[in-house]
């Protein structure tokens, strides 16, 4: 919303400053975007008289100049063709700053010979477009004065953001009544215009609507005989002041009644319109031609008014161009009505016009203004285009306001905190419009004014004052702390998303913070709900589906890193995947992809890359800590997920559950997303991994300590490739009671045959072993060995 | 044969003086000490001699004996250092080459995640928890509950994501702010409640200040006093601990969102100066974060009511934070995962916040 200085002093008598008034704005709540004080910006340009110009000595288009600053003579030299002796123009002197280009001006020497200032043109003021010289001042221009209040570059201009609550400051009356309030000035009441018929309205008017809310109230005025043509210049330079364009007398009064107290109007050249007009729903697929030039196709949820030819306005939003008023217009039907909020702004929406009409009336336009801004309309129509003017005529009337609010006035401490005198709580509500009632009860009875349609309760009123009376008289008071020492405040969700975060990245990993949606054919890869979780209105396609899945984020991520040359990755993610659209869908995951040496080739490093292995020790050491010991769960590798490479990957299972799965992704979804490499991956459900038990005390398990020392033999074994090392392990485990630990120390595999290095922990428990003992633990061992197909090798 | 020992003595000791390794040493020891040795040769002879003679001539053996004994001990611990010596300088290595990278010194955690520990551990300390809500909410939720009007403007400046209406069912959507697990937590739990709410919010708006999804952490406390002294002292306190400066400014503005009333718009003083900003100094206001009391229809959906309890909410970017703390320019590049950047901008795994240990290092 933007407006003037002296448009805002036509309803408020203040001797505030610019900056005095953005800060009261800001203060009540009525955001500053900008001031633009062209006065004050050029405030160092000053007039300056030519007093001699003669031709350059060395230069055909230029001349020099002796100009009168006012205070001395100085010489400039100077390229406009208008440069002339007796001149009144712009002067910059050095050190100042040419507004169009930033340029610092210096005395300088132009082809030998000395200048001393620039003189300027509007161009180079930045207050106006291509020029064909310097800037020419009327002749009693006072010569080193500020030339910009001479030509009317002295009046502010304030653009605010409204907030969506307060429709009543999208005029400037109702910013004028705010500062008022806010002690800024007294607000001028706008005079009652009292409108004499002279003639009778022939227009008959007819609401058929199919709900009576979309128009409760519709009024209008014929006025005959009126000559249109340009607006004077004082309406011209309003509407130009804050960007609107004079249009024709008719259409700028309406205009400035929208700008001026948030009243729109609609004027309708009345000879244009056929027979009588209707307020009605659209009929489907009839189309407008608006006032925009651009024809909008209608539905039958879209209020409209028509006359026997079809429609002819899109009710408080855009006029038609069939019956809008040209320089021709001698007769005019001036409307001034309600509409119904939502309704306006749904069709607004559907058709995709931001029309001031539609701004206000969407956000509520005062119901009290309906008659009163059509007789001041009327009144400024008689005043500049002449004509005779009709009784007023209306369908409906001012929608029932009984809202009436009980106000303790204890609410303001309570809501607060601030001990505020009565008087001021009155003074403040009754400068902003609001009656109140039962006053000396400290229980008020307040009736908000027609124009504040989002005043609704207690709150709002507190609001209200405390704005006005300004937040700075709230005073930080120290919250109460908790009589006790806080629990621990994060649940064992979130606990567990900090853990595997923190592990995942003290393992080497970079945390990446990938899109909650991906693309289809990804989300497909990752066998994604499309069909649930597809955007409506996705902002591309790349980003239109939730996803299933953390890999697919992450795989992107090295995509894009590959392609700036870095071609080892260790990423990782810790976060939500959608598996569907309810809460219980909504899955916490840690994922993690390694690819090729993450850290960096290393001499002491034989060319090792990210393997499995290592990602499957870097997924125990994560569940560990998070208190859950991998071995305890199943290893399977059955059924993978089709992103995974299914010899060299698996999942870890309790039961049905699954945990998560760790392993090589499939080359073909590394291919998908154009990798090099193959990347390696772990993901894990959060939630599926069990919660510790709960137990009674911390205290730890009393620790046994045997004091018989364990010893230990080693086994080699050897296996074919269908023997899995870890069947091997289990079986030996499971040989004998004494067997504390089975370690898998080497590998070796060569002509066909692999051999498994077993390292066999053997604990005493009440007396050492003997040598019979040990050799018959050994045979079990062998046995059990051979039990799943490993043979003691040599 | 008493005039002899005094050169043999000399002898002896020039033999030990001069052995530059152990085993001439060793060689020493034995033709003296040794069994067969000199010295053991001449305490043989002892028994052959006269009582007196015996007295005199063993105790001056005896003292040769000990002073041999002494210098072969101490030459011995010379020879050993010096072998050692010999030992560890050919054991040398070359010192200067590189360590292997250690993963706690490369692997990053990202500055959203960092920043959202921080904000947990100074609200952990006021006594707050941390609730939390679905992505994918409810129009209910979402709005209806949170007291934005059907069809109202306020609605509109959300740019919500929308899925496909099913027959049947709610309309669903992508949360725009983390405002529903207000609802969700003032359905649940009783008051008094202090909660912040993290979380990943959506928006359909992407420029360089915009992203369509960025991360909110909100407030909330509902009891029986709590006014708008305590929200102004709880956000200046929060914006000093989490800045880590001594003294924040504030600015109130009265602002407008649907479901607080009173609502307020927070500015802190800062400074701007070649693209940084300051925190804490300067002429310059920064607009931070919203907030206002809760709004009463809000409570009544929740089934609290609102002339016995009270409270506030606030909402600030945690993106936004991590930008302003940590002077990250630009939003987009936190969702672009640039290895350099989260090289750059995160942190080491260890760096845990804490208040007791420091915010940050």
């Given at each position: 919303m933007k407006f003037t200085l002296s448009w805002l002093k036509t309803y408020l008598n203040t001797d505030a400053t610019t900056a005095q008034i953005a800060l009261a704005l800001n203060n009540v709540g009525l955001e500053v975007e900008s001031v633009l004080d062209a006065a004050a910006a050029l405030a160092d340009f000053k007039v300056a008289q030519i007093v001699e110009a003669t031709q350059h000595p060395n230069a055909d288009r230029l001349r020099v100049c002796k100009v009168d600053t006012g205070s001395e003579i100085i010489q400039v030299v100077c390229g406009a063709p208008n440069a002339r002796a007796g001149l009144k123009t712009v002067l910059g002197r050095p050190g100042m700053v040419v507004p169009a280009n930033g340029m610092v001006l210096k005395l300088s020497e132009i082809r030998g010979v000395k200048s001393e200032g620039m003189l300027c043109s509007v161009e180079e003021l930045g207050i106006g477009g291509a020029s064909e010289g310097i800037m020419e001042l009327p002749e009693n221009a006072p010569v080193g004065a500020p030339f910009a209040p001479i030509i009317g570059l002295d009046d502010p201009v304030f653009d605010i953001a409204i907030t969506p609550n307060r429709s009543d400051c999208f005029g400037v009356l109702g910013i004028a009544r705010d500062?008022?309030?806010?002690?800024?000035?007294?607000?001028?009441?706008?005079?009652?215009?009292?409108?004499?018929?002279?003639?009778?309205?022939?227009?008959?008017?007819?609401?058929?609507?199919?709900?009576?809310?979309?128009?409760?109230?519709?009024?209008?005025?014929?006025?005959?005989?009126?000559?249109?043509?340009?607006?004077?210049?004082?309406?011209?330079?309003?509407?130009?002041?804050?960007?609107?364009?004079?249009?024709?007398?008719?259409?700028?009064?309406?205009?400035?009644?929208?700008?001026?107290?948030?009243?729109?109007?609609?004027?309708?050249?009345?000879?244009?319109?056929?027979?009588?007009?209707?307020?009605?729903?659209?009929?489907?697929?009839?189309?407008?031609?608006?006032?925009?030039?651009?024809?909008?196709?209608?539905?039958?949820?879209?209020?409209?008014?028509?006359?026997?030819?079809?429609?002819?306005?899109?009710?408080?939003?855009?006029?038609?161009?069939?019956?809008?008023?040209?320089?021709?217009?001698?007769?005019?039907?001036?409307?001034?009505?309600?509409?119904?909020?939502?309704?306006?702004?749904?069709?607004?929406?559907?058709?995709?016009?931001?029309?001031?009409?539609?701004?206000?009336?969407?956000?509520?336009?005062?119901?009290?203004?309906?008659?009163?801004?059509?007789?001041?309309?009327?009144?400024?129509?008689?005043?500049?285009?002449?004509?005779?003017?009709?009784?007023?005529?209306?369908?409906?009337?001012?929608?029932?306001?009984?809202?009436?609010?009980?106000?303790?006035?204890?609410?303001?401490?309570?809501?607060?905190?601030?001990?505020?005198?009565?008087?001021?709580?009155?003074?403040?509500?009754?400068?902003?419009?609001?009656?109140?009632?039962?006053?000396?009860?400290?229980?008020?009875?307040?009736?908000?004014?027609?124009?504040?349609?989002?005043?609704?309760?207690?709150?709002?009123?507190?609001?209200?004052?405390?704005?006005?009376?300004?937040?700075?008289?709230?005073?930080?008071?120290?919250?109460?702390?908790?009589?006790?020492?806080?629990?621990?405040?994060?649940?064992?969700?979130?606990?567990?998303?900090?853990?595997?975060?923190?592990?995942?990245?003290?393992?080497?990993?970079?945390?990446?913070?990938?899109?909650?949606?991906?693309?289809?054919?990804?989300?497909?890869?990752?066998?994604?709900?499309?069909?649930?979780?597809?955007?409506?209105?996705?902002?591309?396609?790349?980003?239109?589906?939730?996803?299933?899945?953390?890999?697919?984020?992450?795989?992107?991520?090295?995509?894009?890193?590959?392609?700036?040359?870095?071609?080892?990755?260790?990423?990782?993610?810790?976060?939500?995947?959608?598996?569907?659209?309810?809460?219980?869908?909504?899955?916490?995951?840690?994922?993690?992809?390694?690819?090729?040496?993450?850290?960096?080739?290393?001499?002491?490093?034989?060319?090792?890359?990210?393997?499995?292995?290592?990602?499957?020790?870097?997924?125990?050491?994560?569940?560990?800590?998070?208190?859950?010991?991998?071995?305890?769960?199943?290893?399977?590798?059955?059924?993978?997920?089709?992103?995974?490479?299914?010899?060299?990957?698996?999942?870890?299972?309790?039961?049905?559950?699954?945990?998560?799965?760790?392993?090589?992704?499939?080359?073909?979804?590394?291919?998908?997303?154009?990798?090099?490499?193959?990347?390696?991956?772990?993901?894990?459900?959060?939630?599926?991994?069990?919660?510790?038990?709960?137990?009674?005390?911390?205290?730890?398990?009393?620790?046994?300590?045997?004091?018989?020392?364990?010893?230990?033999?080693?086994?080699?074994?050897?296996?074919?490739?269908?023997?899995?090392?870890?069947?091997?392990?289990?079986?030996?485990?499971?040989?004998?009671?004494?067997?504390?630990?089975?370690?898998?120390?080497?590998?070796?595999?060569?002509?066909?045959?692999?051999?498994?290095?077993?390292?066999?922990?053997?604990?005493?428990?009440?007396?050492?072993?003997?040598?019979?003992?040990?050799?018959?633990?050994?045979?079990?061992?062998?046995?059990?060995?051979?039990?799943?197909?490993?043979?003691?090798?040599? | 044969m008493s005039q002899n020992l005094p050169a043999l003595e000399a002898e002896i000791l020039a033999q030990i003086a001069a052995a530059t390794d152990e085993p001439t040493l060793e060689a020493v020891r034995v033709a003296t000490l040794g069994k067969t040795g000199s010295i053991s040769g001449l305490l043989k002879t002892l028994g052959t001699m006269a009582p007196d003679e015996r007295k005199t001539f063993g105790a001056h053996v005896n003292t040769i004996r000990d002073g041999v004994t002494d210098a072969l001990a101490a030459r011995k611990t010379v020879l050993a250092a010096a072998g050692l010596n010999i030992r560890l300088a050919a054991e040398a290595i070359d010192i200067t080459l590189p360590p292997r990278p250690s993963p706690l010194e490369t692997g990053r955690i990202h500055p959203i995640s960092q920043v959202l520990d921080e904000v947990t551990a100074i609200f952990a300390d006021l006594g707050f928890s941390v609730a939390e809500g679905p992505d994918i909410e409810t129009d209910d939720y979402n709005f209806t509950a949170l007291n934005f009007p059907e069809g109202h403007p306020a609605r509109e400046m959300h740019d919500t994501f929308f899925f496909p209406r099913v027959e049947g069912q709610e309309r669903m959507l992508l949360r725009t702010h983390t405002s529903p697990v207000q609802i969700r937590t003032m359905k649940t739990v009783q008051p008094p409640i202090r909660v912040i709410m993290p979380g990943r919010t959506y928006r359909c708006d992407s420029d360089q200040t915009h992203t369509p999804m960025f991360h909110q952490c909100e407030g909330l406390v509902v009891d029986k006093g709590s006014h708008m002294g305590h929200l102004k002292w709880i956000l200046a306190e929060f914006c000093r601990t989490f800045f880590e400066v001594d003294k924040v400014d504030m600015r109130l503005r009265p602002s407008f969102f649907p479901f607080t009333e009173p609502s307020v718009e927070v500015d802190i003083r800062c400074s701007r100066k070649d693209g940084e900003i300051r925190i804490g100094e300067g002429d310059d206001w920064l607009e931070i974060l919203g907030c206002g009391m809760v709004h009463p229809n809000v409570l009544r959906n929740c089934g609290i009511d609102p002339d016995v309890y009270q409270g506030f909410a606030w909402g600030v970017g945690l993106d936004r934070l991590a930008m302003l703390k940590y002077g990250a320019p630009d939003l987009r590049a936190f969702f672009e995962n640039d290895q350099r950047w989260i090289g750059h901008y995160g942190f080491r795994p260890l760096d845990i916040p804490s208040l007791f240990g420091g915010l940050s290092q």
């Open positions: 500062l008022a309030a806010a002690g800024l000035g007294e607000l001028i009441a706008p005079n009652k215009a009292k409108i004499a018929p002279k003639i009778t309205n022939t227009i008959a008017l007819k609401v058929d609507v199919p709900q009576p809310n979309w128009c409760p109230l519709f009024s209008g005025r014929l006025i005959t005989g009126v000559k249109n043509g340009p607006s004077p210049q004082w309406l011209q330079d309003r509407l130009t002041s804050v960007g609107l364009r004079p249009i024709s007398a008719l259409v700028d009064i309406t205009n400035f009644f929208t700008i001026d107290r948030c009243r729109p109007l609609h004027v309708f050249d009345a000879d244009k319109i056929a027979g009588n007009l209707t307020i009605r729903a659209a009929h489907e697929g009839e189309v407008l031609e608006a006032l925009d030039g651009k024809p909008y196709t209608l539905a039958p949820n879209m209020c409209v008014i028509a006359d026997d030819a079809g429609i002819q306005s899109l009710a408080g939003i855009i006029g038609g161009m069939a019956t809008g008023c040209t320089e021709g217009t001698v007769n005019v039907f001036v409307e001034s009505a309600l509409w119904d909020t939502y309704n306006i702004a749904k069709t607004g929406r559907a058709l995709g016009i931001h029309s001031d009409a539609r701004q206000r009336f969407e956000r509520g336009v005062d119901p009290k203004s309906t008659f009163d801004g059509l007789d001041a309309a009327t009144q400024m129509i008689l005043d500049i285009c002449g004509g005779q003017a009709s009784e007023l005529v209306k369908i409906g009337n001012y929608p029932d306001d009984d809202r009436l609010i009980i106000f303790p006035t204890s609410e303001v401490k309570r809501l607060t905190g601030v001990n505020m005198p009565e008087f001021e709580m009155k003074m403040t509500l009754q400068a902003l419009g609001f009656y109140i009632g039962n006053i000396n009860s400290d229980e008020w009875r307040i009736a908000p004014p027609s124009w504040r349609p989002d005043i609704g309760g207690k709150a709002d009123l507190v609001e209200e004052i405390i704005r006005i009376v300004g937040l700075d008289r709230v005073a930080a008071t120290p919250f109460p702390r908790l009589p006790i020492i806080n629990k621990p405040v994060l649940t064992l969700r979130q606990t567990r998303m900090r853990i595997a975060r923190r592990t995942l990245a003290a393992q080497g990993y970079h945390e990446a913070v990938t899109w909650s949606f991906i693309s289809q054919p990804e989300a497909e890869l990752f066998n994604g709900n499309v069909a649930e979780l597809t955007l409506e209105n996705p902002i591309s396609s790349e980003l239109s589906v939730m996803r299933p899945n953390l890999l697919a984020g992450l795989l992107g991520t090295i995509a894009r890193n590959q392609a700036r040359g870095f071609m080892d990755a260790a990423v990782m993610e810790v976060g939500s995947v959608f598996l569907g659209r309810t809460p219980e869908d909504q899955k916490t995951f840690a994922a993690s992809i390694s690819l090729g040496q993450p850290q960096g080739r290393h001499w002491a490093d034989k060319g090792d890359v990210a393997d499995v292995y290592r990602i499957k020790e870097q997924a125990y050491a994560m569940l560990a800590a998070l208190g859950f010991n991998a071995e305890t769960a199943q290893l399977s590798t059955q059924n993978l997920p089709a992103h995974f490479h299914p010899g060299r990957s698996a999942a870890l299972k309790l039961g049905k559950t699954t945990i998560g799965y760790f392993g090589e992704i499939h080359p073909s979804i590394a291919q998908h997303y154009d990798i090099a490499g193959r990347p390696i991956a772990l993901e894990f459900d959060l939630e599926a991994i069990p919660a510790p038990r709960k137990k009674p005390t911390k205290a730890r398990a009393k620790l046994q300590l045997n004091p018989l020392q364990a010893i230990t033999r080693d086994f080699a074994f050897m296996v074919g490739a269908d023997v899995k090392a870890g069947d091997v392990q289990r079986a030996v485990q499971k040989a004998d009671a004494h067997i504390t630990n089975v370690r898998l120390f080497d590998v070796y595999s060569g002509k066909g045959k692999i051999s498994l290095g077993l390292e066999v922990t053997l604990q005493p428990q009440d007396k050492t072993f003997t040598q019979a003992e040990i050799e018959a633990m050994s045979a079990a061992i062998v046995s059990a060995a051979a039990g799943v197909g490993a043979m003691l090798g040599g | -």
